[in-house]
């Protein structure tokens, strides 16, 4: 029923923008928040950005602060992230998940919902 879809990762040079997104269906009710994780070979997923739904409140993990912003588009049901200033260390899956529950953590096992995933790989 619930559905979130990564779309816009690919193969960049560092130092340059990516945006991706996410787009949700099937939530019959507003989420509480939309976050992105990241996952790379070997390492646990981990916290990157996050906005709550209502009161576009926006935050960050300190490695991207100041070079990722997180938007949303209710008229879409669409969440992006803008990453700027990309590097290698960035190469990971990039998911968006949907927190219904309203815990507002960073911790991903508070989120209900999650996409597949999409591939950002930051070449030097």
């Known amino acids: 029923q619930v559905q979130l879809v990564e779309s816009g990762g690919g193969v960049v040079q560092a130092g340059v923008s990516l945006r991706i997104s996410c787009t949700v269906s099937g939530l019959t009710f507003t989420p509480y928040a939309m976050a992105w994780f990241r996952q790379a070979p070997g390492k646990e997923r981990e916290y990157v950005a996050g906005i709550n739904w209502n009161a576009n409140i926006p935050s960050y993990a300190n490695s991207v602060k100041g070079r990722f912003i997180i938007a949303k588009d209710n008229g879409k049901n669409t969440g992006t992230l803008q990453m700027n200033s990309l590097r290698p260390e960035d190469t990971a899956v990039y998911y968006c998940?949907?927190?219904?529950?309203?815990?507002?953590?960073?911790?991903?096992?508070?989120?209900?919902?999650w996409g597949q995933g999409t591939q950002v790989t930051v070449s030097s």
């Open positions: 998940a949907a927190d219904v529950a309203g815990s507002g953590t960073s911790d991903p096992s508070f989120y209900e919902y």
